[in-house]
């Protein structure tokens, strides 16, 4: 199949840029979540935290950030509010007081049931097919490890 050649006007015209694409497709995803999360209590960066940490309970905070790609001046502030709505606490390693680690408290886990209808309201919303939405993910997983590469 040929490639689509586009002019070089044509390559700087804001509908062709993949980056919009994707920054203006994750503002309306944030706009999906904002009254789900508001029932909870959580920012979407708090909420991807919590996800993080149902999975993997305890982990230190360079963890989680390398899995969520934030650096840990904007981790930390994150966690501190969450720590402070008692969801997680942060407990310094005995051995290297730098390691913290972070773990859900019990009210954190049980956050976990509360959120359980979240996917299902933003599927939903996507008019998407659960096979849609895993292939976009991998694709747009693909195209991130390529460009941290």
Excluded at 22 to 43: F, H, I
Excluded at 66 to 78: A, E, V
Excluded at 120 to 138: D, F, R
Aim: charge should be positive.
């Amino acid at each position: 199949m040929p490639r689509k050649q586009l002019s070089p006007d044509a390559m700087l015209q804001l509908d062709n840029q993949l980056c919009f694409a994707l920054y203006s497709t994750s503002l309306a995803m944030t706009r999906v979540y904002k009254p789900l999360l508001d029932k909870l209590g959580l920012t979407y960066p708090q909420y991807l935290v919590m996800l993080v940490l149902w999975e993997q309970d305890g982990l230190m905070v360079s963890e989680l950030g390398n899995k969520l790609y934030l650096d840990s001046g904007t981790l930390t502030p994150l966690l501190k509010r969450l720590e402070v709505s008692g969801l997680v606490c942060r407990i310094r390693a005995v051995e290297d007081e730098r390691r913290v680690h972070v773990t859900l408290t019990a009210v954190g886990r049980a956050l976990k049931n509360k959120a359980a209808y979240i996917p299902g309201c933003v599927l939903s919303a996507s008019q998407c097919s659960i096979p849609e939405l895993l292939s976009l993910t991998q694709q747009v997983q693909a195209l991130r490890q390529k460009l941290v590469a």
